[in-house]
């Protein structure tokens, strides 16, 4: 399974723009990114996934270059909701199905 | 997406004894994980459930200290056997909701006192 790197910790403003971008050197070629958004006291919720280019749907984009060993999630106009940790994930199917490691996350922190 | 209820969703215990952890989805899923988040910490995949198979664990967690038991398509349960504090953690269980990646149940933050 890939490791990923991302930063530990941003801080933004609200109305900013936030790009978060994931390190993952060794992904494989069956691999997707996935990103997660967790609240305090709530399990990790889905916010994209994609394999490869530019994935957008109504929350956030996801930039994954041509080698594919990094990822930039792609926050717009960010709110004091948005504080959050995320997470970077990298997997794909393996004898059993998915299975999903977690890396440290990025604590994003949102001010007013 | 895929709904999942997760019970109890606190608990305190004394040490020595065991709690059982119930997920229920709301559709039928092949696999279903089992994850611990400690406080302040990221998760970690403590083991993944088919039905009809024994679990598959991850290196650091064993069968006796966290029995799996996975009856049917929509239903799992994970025990937490023979507590000690260090078991004090957040417990979570996820289900493989292609269209949505993984979707997550709410948690049982379990305290062991």
């Known amino acids: 399974l890939a490791k990923t790197t991302q930063p530990i910790s941003m801080d933004s403003y609200e109305g900013q723009e936030v790009n978060i971008t994931c390190s993952h050197n060794n992904i494989a070629t069956n691999d997707y990114i996935t990103w997660y958004q967790q609240f305090p006291s709530q399990g990790p919720r889905f916010i994209i996934q994609?394999?490869?280019t530019k994935v957008t749907n109504e929350v956030a984009s996801l930039f994954i270059p041509a080698d594919r060993k990094s990822s930039t999630l792609s926050l717009p106009r960010v709110s004091l909701s948005d504080t959050a940790v995320y997470y970077c994930l990298v997997g794909g199917p393996n004898t059993g199905g998915f299975k999903t490691i977690f890396g440290a996350g990025t604590r994003l922190f949102v001010k007013a | 997406s895929a709904v999942i209820s997760q019970k109890p969703s606190r608990d305190i215990c004394q040490r020595g004894t065991s709690l059982t952890i119930q997920c229920q989805v709301d559709s039928q899923v092949t696999m279903m994980f089992w994850y611990r988040q400690q406080p302040g910490q990221s998760l970690t995949l403590i083991a993944t459930a088919n039905q009809g198979s024994e679990a598959t664990y991850e290196s650091g967690f064993v069968i006796d200290k966290f029995p799996i038991s996975r009856p049917n398509l929509t239903f799992s349960t994970l025990t937490v056997s023979n507590m000690s504090p260090e078991d004090s953690s957040i417990y979570l269980c996820?289900?493989?909701?292609?269209?949505?990646?993984?979707?997550f149940g709410s948690g049982t933050r379990l305290t062991v006192v």
């Open positions: 996820s289900v493989d909701d292609r269209l949505y990646g993984y979707t």
């Open positions: 994609g394999y490869k």
